[in-house]
C-alpha cells in the first residue's frame, strides 16, 4: 500500500509552501514534490495601469525583497523611455539593492536556518527558532539581528522607508544622498564587519557536523545562472547574464534582458503556481539551471573586494568545478554579505555619490521593455509591453524561486529518499525536509506572483491514496 | 457705511460669531476659527453643495444643511460637529471608498489626498460595504497629464475650475447615478481634447485622478491655493 507524506504548511520559509512525499508499498519514497500553491496575478492586474506606476506597484510582491522587484521594474521601464540613468543614481540603487541582499540574507541565514545549524536538525521544535539561538548563543543571535537592522538601516535612510520605499523610480532615484546620511551608513560599517566575521567563523566551525546533510540537500550536478560584470566580478544590478553547466563550463553568455526570454522557457507542472524555468535549448526538465548565492559563487571569477575575495578561493576549495551542494547556500549567503558591506563601503567612497544629478526623464520611446536584477535569491527579470500612451498592454515576470523550483524538488526527493525509511519518519526527518528548501531561501510569494494563506503541511499518502500521517503547523 | 441688517450674529458651536448678509455657514465659521470638513468645496470655485460633508445641524430643524452653501440668518444656532454628524461623515466617506478603487499605498497623492486625510481626520478605521471594484479606465493621451477615473470621487472641481477660471470647459460630466464620470469635451480623449494644458485642473483635483504624467509614489504634492489670488488679481484689473 503506498502512502503520501504532507509537510503543510513548511515552516520558515518567505510564504507558504506545502511538501508532499509519496511512497510506494514498499514503504520507499518514490516521488516528492514542493508546492506553491498560491496565485496572486500581478502581471494580470498591472494591466491598463501607467507604465511608471509598475516599481512602486511590483514591488507590493515582497516585503522581503522590494527593492530587487524595484529595480528590475526601473530597469524595464527605463528600457521603455530609453535613458541611461546619472552614474550616482544608478550607484544609489546598487547600494540599496546590496542593503537589501545583507538583510534578507541575514533573515535567511540567522532568523530561518541558524535554528537547525546552530541548534540542530533534530532539535526540540519548541525551542528551534531565533529565540532558541539567541539563549544558546546570544553573540551570534545578536550578530544575526544587528545585520539584518544594518540592511533595513540603509535602506531607511536612503529611501525613507524599511519595505516599499518609493524612492526607485523610472530614470534614476528621487533624492540624491546627503552628506550626513552617508556618513552615518559608514559609522555603522565596523560592527557590520565584526557581524559577519563571527557568523562565517562559527558558520565554518559547525559545517563539519553535517556532512550527511551537505551530502543529500539537493546535491547533484546542474546548471547554475547569475549576473556578471564585463571583468567576471559578481553583480547584482547591471551585467548580464551568464549561464555556466554541471562541469563550471561557459554554456551560454551576455544574455541580455532582450534575449533572456529566447533562452529561458517557462514549463507548468500541476502540483505548483509557481513555474519552472529552463534553459530552452537544452528543453525542460533537462535545462532546469540553479540561481541566487550558490550560483553567483560558483559563476563569477573575482567578488571585487578585499575581504570577499579570499573568502570566494576559500569557498571554490569546497569542490573541483561548482560547488553542487546546496547546503553551501548558506555559506554562500554569508560570503555575499561581506561582499555587500564592502562594496556599500567602495560605493560610499565614489567621489560623486554626494552628485545632485539622479534621476533622467523621458516619456515613451519604445513599446517594450525588460529589466535584470539580482534579488538575494537569484535571477530577476521584469518584462513589460505597453501602449503608445504608456498604459501597461503585458507583463512577464521571471522570478528566481521559479528558477530554483526544479532544483528544489529534486532536493526535497533527494532528502525524502535518504532519510524516509520503510514509511517511517520523525519529526527531524520532516524538519529535513523543509530544512532543504530553506537553504535555497526561496520567497513563494514572490513565485507565485501568491495570496491567501498556506501554512506548512506534511502529509504521507498510501498507494491507495489514503494519507497515513500527517504533521501540520500553522 | 452698512445698514444694521447686513450685520447677522448667531452661534456656531456654543461661539457667538457675526456674520456679513449672503455669506455662508461655511465662510463664516472659518472666518471664527471653526473647521468644517469638506470635499468638493474649494475657496475661489462656486460651491455645489455635492459631496454633504460640510453637512451641519440647525437648532429648530431637523434638516440638515450644506454648510458651503447655506446662507446665514439671524439668531441661527449651528453644530458642526455632533455624534450625528460625524457618522454621517463617516458613511459618506466609506461610500466614496467603496465606490471605485482608491488604493493609497501606490497612488501618487498617498499622504497629500484631501479623501484620505478626510479619513483620518474622521477616524475611518474600516469599510463597512463591500467595495465595488469597477473596471475603470485610465485616459493617458494627454502629453502632460493624466486621469484615473479609478481615484475619481466627481468632486467636479476640475469641472468648475476650468469653465470658471480658464474659462474652456473642457471637463464635464456624464451619466447618471453609479455611471457618472468626467470627461473631456464629449467623452474624446484628453489628449485630442480642447484643452489648453493650463493644469488647473491637476491642482485643484482633491485625490490622485488627475496627475503629471510620471509622478509616481507619493511626489505629487498639489497647490490649490493658487485660486483665491489668481480671482482677487483679476478682480484688481
Known amino acids: ?474 | 457705511m452698512s445698514n444694521g441688517d447686513d450685520v447677522k450674529t448667531l452661534i456656531i458651536d456654543d461661539q457667538e460669531v457675526s456674520a456679513r448678509r449672503g455669506q455662508t455657514i461655511l465662510e463664516v465659521a472659518r472666518e471664527n476659527g471653526i473647521n468644517i470638513p469638506t470635499l468638493c468645496h474649494l475657496e475661489g470655485l462656486s460651491s455645489v453643495g455635492a459631496c454633504r460633508l460640510c453637512l451641519v445641524e440647525i437648532k429648530g430643524s431637523n434638516k440638515l444643511l450644506p454648510a458651503c452653501i447655506a446662507t446665514v440668518f439671524e439668531s441661527m444656532e449651528v453644530s458642526t460637529d455632533t455624534e450625528r454628524l460625524r457618522k454621517h461623515r463617516r458613511t459618506i466617506l466609506e461610500l466614496l471608498f467603496a465606490e471605485r478603487n482608491h488604493i493609497c499605498s501606490v497612488c501618487v497623492s498617498n499622504g497629500h489626498c484631501e479623501l484620505q486625510t478626510l479619513a483620518q481626520e474622521q477616524g475611518l478605521t474600516h469599510i463597512r460595504l463591500p467595495y465595488r471594484n469597477p473596471n475603470l479606465p485610465v485616459d493617458a493621451s494627454h502629453e502632460r497629464f493624466t486621469v484615473d477615473h479609478n481615484r475619481c470621487i466627481l468632486c467636479t472641481r476640475c469641472v468648475r475650475v476650468c469653465a470658471e477660471i480658464e474659462g474652456a470647459h473642457v471637463w464635464d460630466v456624464m451619466g447618471r447615478g453609479i455611471n457618472c464620470m468626467v470627461i473631456t469635451d464629449l467623452h474624446e480623449e484628453w489628449g485630442s481634447s480642447t484643452c489648453t494644458r493650463c493644469g488647473k485642473c491637476v491642482q485643484v483635483c482633491p485625490t490622485g485622478a488627475l496627475f503629471d504624467k510620471g509622478k509616481i509614489g507619493s511626489e505629487h504634492p498639489k497647490y490649490p491655493d493658487f485660486l483665491p489670488y489668481l480671482n482677487l488679481m483679476r478682480e484688481a484689473r
Open chain 1, 1 to 474: 500500500m503506498s502512502q503520501t507524506i504532507t509537510i503543510d504548511p513548511v515552516t520558515r520559509l518567505e510564504g507558504h509552501g506545502k511538501i508532499t512525499i509519496h511512497l510506494n508499498s514498499q514503504g520507499e519514497v518514490e516521488n516528492a514534490h514542493f508546492h506553491v500553491t498560491q496565485v496572486r496575478g500581478f502581471e494580470r492586474f498591472c494591466e491598463g495601469r501607467p507604465y511608471y506606476e509598475m516599481p512602486g506597484l511590483m514591488a507590493r510582491i515582497c516585503g522581503i525583497c522590494p527593492v530587487s522587484h524595484l529595480i528590475a521594474s526601473a530597469k524595464a521601464c527605463e528600457a521603455v523611455m530609453s535613458v541611461r540613468i546619472p552614474h550616482t543614481a544608478a550607484q544609489l540603487r546598487r547600494m540599496l539593492n546590496l542593503a537589501q541582499m545583507v538583510q534578507s540574507h541575514a533573515l535567511s541565514f540567522f532568523y530561518l536556518s541558524s535554528p537547525d545549524l546552530l541548534l540542530g536538525m533534530d532539535a526540540d521544535p519548541a525551542s528551534r527558532h531565533l529565540f532558541g539561538v539567541v539563549a544558546a548563543k546570544p553573540e551570534l543571535g545578536r550578530a544575526g539581528v544587528a545585520l539584518r537592522r544594518f540592511g533595513q538601516s540603509i535602506i531607511e535612510l536612503l529611501a525613507e522607508k524599511r519595505i516599499h520605499p518609493g524612492w526607485v523610480v523610472p530614470g534614476g532615484v528621487t533624492e540624491p544622498l546627503p552628506a550626513a546620511k552617508r556618513d552615518e551608513i559608514l559609522a555603522m560599517l565596523p560592527a557590520a564587519y565584526d557581524n559577519v566575521k563571527l557568523a562565517l567563523d562559527a558558520y565554518k566551525q559547525i559545517a563539519g557536523q553535517f556532512k550527511e546533510e551537505i551530502e543529500v540537500f539537493a546535491n547533484f550536478p546542474s546548471l547554475y545562472m547569475s549576473l556578471i560584470n564585463e571583468d567576471e566580478s559578481i553583480e547584482f544590478t547591471d551585467g548580464e547574464v551568464r549561464l555556466i553547466d554541471a562541469d563550471g563550463h561557459v554554456l551560454d553568455d551576455g544574455i541580455t534582458v532582450n534575449t533572456f526570454t529566447e533562452v529561458i522557457g517557462e514549463a507548468v507542472e500541476p502540483y505548483s503556481y509557481t513555474k519552472f524555468a529552463y534553459y530552452k535549448p537544452l528543453g525542460y526538465p533537462q535545462g532546469s539551471y540553479r540561481v541566487g548565492p550558490l550560483a553567483r559563487l560558483n559563476i563569477v571569477k573575482s567578488m571585487g573586494t578585499p575581504l570577499a575575495e579570499k573568502e570566494l578561493a576559500e569557498f571554490k576549495q569546497l569542490a573541483t568545478g561548482p560547488v553542487q551542494g546546496s547546503f553551501h547556500y548558506h555559506h554562500a549567503r554569508l560570503v555575499e554579505i561581506l561582499y555587500g558591506i564592502e562594496k556599500i563601503e567602495q560605493i560610499l567612497n565614489d567621489p560623486l555619490i554626494l552628485d545632485k544629478h539622479v534621476r533622467a526623464t523621458a516619456g515613451v520611446n519604445r513599446l517594450e521593455g525588460a529589466g535584470y536584477a539580482e534579488a538575494p535569491r537569484g535571477t530577476l527579470m521584469h518584462n513589460y509591453k505597453v501602449d503608445e500612451n504608456g498604459k501597461m498592454l503585458w507583463a512577464n515576470l521571471i522570478i528566481a524561486t521559479g528558477q530554483n523550483n526544479n532544483a528544489m524538488n529534486k532536493g526535497v526527493l533527494q532528502v525524502a529518499q535518504h532519510y524516509v525509511r520503510d514509511g517511517k519518519f520523525t519529526e527531524g526527518i520532516l524538519n529535513r525536509v523543509e530544512a532543504v528548501v530553506r537553504t535555497f531561501d526561496p520567497c513563494l510569494s514572490c513565485s507565485s506572483h501568491a495570496l491567501g494563506q498556506m501554512p506548512l503541511a506534511l502529509s504521507l499518502v498510501s498507494a491507495s491514496g489514503e494519507v497515513v500521517d500527517k504533521v501540520v503547523r500553522g
